[in-house]
């Protein structure tokens, strides 16, 4: 019985490993890139070497054995800080983002396959949005509503929704004009029904890719609030505000930053990884299963 | 050099292309060889998906990066054509040989005047001096039949009609004075009044002996009047070739012979049926060994040999070859074996089901910049279809015939007028018509099934929508629909990208027929296939309409499908309605000039009676005319316009069996029937 278990979970291994060799490069690659960040986001007490809030060593110690990437101003290991802010990063990245996409779709979609003065309406108000500066318009909301993480959320969110409203918009505007949204209307689907089940089905390989830009774009733009002072506060530790420290003691620590810049740039890479990945995976599994239904259906 | 026999002396021998897709290797052309003699006319001829249009480019050198070309040789005029070398073969493109596309419109360069397009190709090859190219270019539009051609010269692409722009391509094309001319399609885009004198133009420039052309088409008709010979194509390989009359009169092989059987024509009877080619077309990924045709082939039929020995050419009796093991048993073979289906059947005058009344319908911006701009699209038509009746609506692009259905559809909304519907045997004003009253079958199945739902989805989305519950719900139904239609119930899990364009077209009309609707409306709906595939549809479509008694409006560019399909045909001419008849009596005795000249326009599969016929051609001006509420729509391009039709709108009696809206009706059929000056040979 054992030895049954043993052979199919050995089987099941090379099933899962083919299945991910199967997957775009460039999904594999961002996944397997953004796995450790997830990791520290989730359970940062089990990766850290050491306390991040505690001062351990001297400040501004270079990179060694037991500081891997040396101390920060205050004698904190750098790397611990660089763990605990993944949290922070990410959480912020990914809920702005999946705002931002959920609400710009919703508008964009609707407004473009509605069209009329409806449309005109709506896009206006876009415009309006849109014609603020990103930073400016995040700088002015947490700035009147506070600095928890929340409405850092909701504020990079809102900078982010108009740009996808707008691409959403053309995408709408696209497939009102397709047969089959057409035929439905025609056999009387009603509005709800055509966006739900054909205009927004349709729509999604393209609106992916934007998603995985928004959730990019977002950390950079995380990382820049924080930079500015309007992140996570100190003593709490974001990449953002890490630069921030590092750009003051550049000449004392020049290795300071490389920790949480080499964050932001594969986190954010990492996003845009899995949103062209995911784009040829749709493009490819249409390819696939073409020819699998022709050579074994028949 | 070729010498004193004329230029254009193609020959090639052993083409092959493959195309590389993914992992997967596509073999587009195989063991291709052609021998066009100089100042010939041929035409190739092929579904798509037969390599047709690869030889053309490959020919051109202009196939995409992901291809590989090997040959044993093409040689043009004596001079050996480097085909894997893009520079030398840049160096003869232009100019030894050139090609017109299908597209005129996307083949011109917008931002361009049509004069500085032609003298770049003269500036290019050096063709003439400097000072002389103006007066060259001139030459060359005048060549084209293009008059005002130093006006024509400076104007933009968008400022002329499809047919300028294509005889634009086509003179330069001509720039560098090539010996071959490539014409890939190169009527497709067009209307059939605009089609037939594109034709005559390259079957004018094809006969001085100085060049060469090839015609690339599906349409084997438009071939009929234009070819010397014919090359007939399938999977890549050519698998009969031979003179124009021996092919049509006596084909060799099996499939063209299918080929030729799928085509309606125009000028059989209403009695005829529609031949069709079941199958389609094999895997190009994993070519077999033996014949490509042969599982489709009624003389193959599954022989050893056919399956596993590429046949050979033979040579023809009457000239030419074919690729055929068994060319002689194909006598044996009747032609019903290869047509399928009754296509006919009598009707007696019936209560209608649809009344529409005075519809008028316009587009364009109004408000702020008043009534400027606006087209109208459908303007005062009446339409009445009656129960289990095929109406046809025919017209050039532009004519409402289009937009008069979806009026009716209600996709859109009429700016006047009244759609009854039949209610328990009355007939009852509606806004909008019921959703299961009628149903539409659109163009291209490829645009018009969703293609993330599965096959029993998109069937089943009517009902979902008319009776609720899940698509699952209605498995039952959908199976039943499915095997109306001549599918197999396994289907219904697949998804249209699955399926070939034919099948996609009959999941269109299972879906429509699931609510059972009274009419069920067929915009273009066999445009997009191929000709076998047609066939199959045509004659799905009227068994379909035996067994359920519903009634179609066909809306079509097509006349030789209307004459085989329709009941009872409108003309429709900038969205008036100019001529409405039964179908029989319209083809036999058109008496509007506008029907005469489309009807004479449309070609004939038959190269002896197309190249005998006569052609009666309309007027065309540079750009479109827009016509004014009064006087009658068609006096611009009418032969017989006079004073009276400019200022009063010829009225359509409604309640004749043969109406036609115009005031010189009786004169139109004098004329037609006695040959005029503006007729050509």
Not at chain 1, 154 to 178: D, K, N, Q, W, Y
Not at chain 2, 562 to 571: A, E, G, M, N, Y
Not at chain 2, 575 to 599: C, K, M, N, W
């Amino acid at each position: 019985m054992t030895g049954d278990v043993a052979v199919a979970g050995r089987a099941s291994f090379r099933s899962a490993w083919s299945w991910v060799r199967s997957q775009p490069t460039p999904l594999v690659i961002g996944v397997v890139i953004l796995i450790p960040f997830l990791l520290m986001a989730a359970f940062p007490g089990l990766l850290a070497p050491h306390d991040p809030f505690k001062i351990e060593a001297i400040p501004l110690q270079p990179p060694s054995g037991s500081y891997l990437l040396g101390t920060d101003e205050v004698g904190r290991d750098l790397l611990s800080r660089c763990i605990y802010a993944a949290r922070n990063d990410l959480l912020v990245s990914i809920a702005s983002a999946a705002v931002a996409f959920t609400l710009g779709v919703a508008l964009g979609l609707f407004s473009g396959y509605v069209g009329r003065r409806t449309d005109t309406i709506l896009m206006r108000l876009v415009d309006v949005l849109l014609s603020f500066p990103t930073i400016v318009l995040a700088l002015f909301l947490i700035t009147i509503f506070g600095r928890s993480m929340w409405v850092q959320i909701l504020a990079i969110a809102l900078v982010m929704m108009p740009s996808t409203a707008r691409f959403s918009r053309g995408e709408g505007l696209v497939l009102r004009g397709r047969g089959y949204v057409e035929a439905s209307r025609i056999s009387g689907g009603s509005r709800r029904h055509i966006l739900v089940r054909h205009v927004l089905p349709n729509a999604m390989p393209t609106l992916l890719v934007a998603a995985s830009v928004l959730a990019s774009s977002a950390v950079l733009i995380a990382a820049s609030l924080s930079y500015l002072g309007l992140g996570a506060q100190p003593p709490e530790p974001s990449w953002g505000n890490m630069l921030r420290s590092a750009y003051g003691v550049v000449f004392d620590a020049p290795l300071y930053g490389i920790g949480p810049g080499v964050c932001i740039s594969l986190v954010a890479g990492a996003y845009i990884l899995i949103g062209e990945g995911l784009r040829r995976k749709f493009r490819t599994d249409r390819n696939v299963g073409t020819l699998g239904n022709t050579v074994g259906g028949v | 050099m070729a010498g004193d026999a004329g230029r254009g002396h193609l020959q090639v021998t052993g083409l092959s292309v493959e195309y590389a897709v993914g992992a997967r290797r596509l073999r587009a052309l195989h063991d291709v060889s052609l021998d066009v003699p100089p100042g010939h006319r041929m035409a190739i001829v092929g579904e798509s998906g037969s390599g047709k249009s690869t030889l053309g480019l490959a020919v051109m050198g202009l196939l995409p990066r992901n291809s590989t070309v090997s040959a044993d040789g093409v040689v043009l005029d004596g001079t050996s054509i480097a085909i894997g070398d893009p520079s030398a073969l840049r160096r003869v493109r232009g100019r030894s040989m050139a090609m017109v596309f299908q597209d005129a419109k996307a083949s011109l360069d917008p931002v361009r005047t049509i004069g500085s397009q032609i003298s770049e190709v003269l500036a290019a090859h050096r063709v003439v001096p400097r000072s002389e190219r103006r007066a060259e270019v001139e030459r060359l539009l005048g060549e084209v039949e293009i008059r005002r051609a130093n006006l024509v010269a400076r104007l933009y692409p968008h400022e002329l009609s499809g047919g300028m722009r294509q005889r634009s391509m086509i003179a330069t094309a001509l720039a560098g004075r090539p010996s071959l001319l490539i014409a890939d399609e190169p009527t497709s885009a067009l209307d059939v009044t605009t089609q037939a004198t594109v034709v005559d133009l390259l079957h004018r420039l094809g006969s001085t002996g100085q060049m060469s052309t090839l015609l690339i088409t599906h349409d084997l008709a438009l071939v009929a009047g234009f070819a010397d010979s014919v090359t007939v194509m399938y999977a890549g390989e050519v698998i009969e070739t031979g003179p124009v009359t021996r092919v049509y009169s006596a084909p060799a092989h099996p499939y063209t012979r299918a080929l030729l059987a799928s085509i309606p024509s125009i000028a059989d009877s209403r009695a005829a049926t529609l031949g069709s080619i079941p199958g389609s077309l094999p895997d190009p990924t994993q070519p077999t060994a033996g014949c490509q045709f042969e599982p489709r082939c009624v003389v193959g039929n599954g022989r050893e040999m056919c399956c596993t020995v590429r046949p050979v050419e033979v040579t023809v009796a009457g000239g030419g070859s074919a690729r055929c093991h068994f060319p002689a048993e194909l006598g044996a073979v009747s032609d019903e074996e290869a047509k399928v289906g009754p296509v006919r059947r009598a009707v007696a005058r019936q209560a209608p089901v649809v009344q529409m009344s005075s519809i008028v319908k316009t587009f364009g911006r109004r408000g702020l910049s008043g009534s400027q701009g606006v087209t109208v699209a459908v303007d005062d038509v009446d339409l009445r279809i009656e129960q289990g009746e095929s109406v046809g609506i025919v017209g050039e692009s532009g004519s409402g015939k289009t937009t008069l259905a979806r009026v009716l559809i209600g996709l859109e909304r009429a700016d006047s007028g009244e759609t009854r519907i039949a209610v328990s045997e009355r007939l009852e004003p509606v806004q909008r018509i019921p959703s299961d009253f009628a149903q539409f079958v659109f163009q291209d199945p490829g645009d018009s099934l969703n293609p993330l739902m599965s096959v029993a989805e998109i069937i089943a989305e009517p009902l979902v929508l008319r009776d609720g519950g899940r698509a699952a719900r209605y498995l039952p139904q959908v199976n039943d629909l499915l095997e109306s239609v001549g599918l197999r119930s396994s289907m219904a899990e697949r998804r249209p990208l699955e399926l070939s364009g034919g099948q996609r077209q009959r999941v269109a009309i299972a879906r429509a027929l699931s609510t059972q609707p009274k009419l069920i409306i067929a915009d273009e709906a066999v445009a997009s296939l191929d000709m076998s595939a047609r066939g199959q549809i045509l004659n799905l479509l009227a068994a379909l309409q035996q067994q359920h008694g519903f009634a179609y409006l066909y809306i079509s560019h097509d006349l030789s499908m209307v004459r085989h399909v329709c009941d009872r045909v409108v003309v429709m001419y900038s969205g008036r309605v100019v001529e409405t008849a039964a179908a029989d009596s319209l083809f036999a005795d058109p008496q509007h000039p506008y029907t005469q000249a489309l009807i004479s326009a449309v070609p004939v599969p038959d190269p002896v009676v197309e190249t005998t016929r006569r052609r009666m051609l309309l007027r065309t001006e540079i750009g479109d005319q827009q016509h004014s509420g009064e006087g009658c729509a068609f006096r611009f391009r009418c032969p017989l316009a006079q004073e009276r039709c400019h200022s009063e709108r010829p009225t359509l009696d409604a309640a004749a069996p043969h109406a036609v809206a115009c005031h010189f009706r009786e004169l139109a059929v004098e004329s037609f029937r006695a040959p005029r000056a503006s007729e050509v040979g």
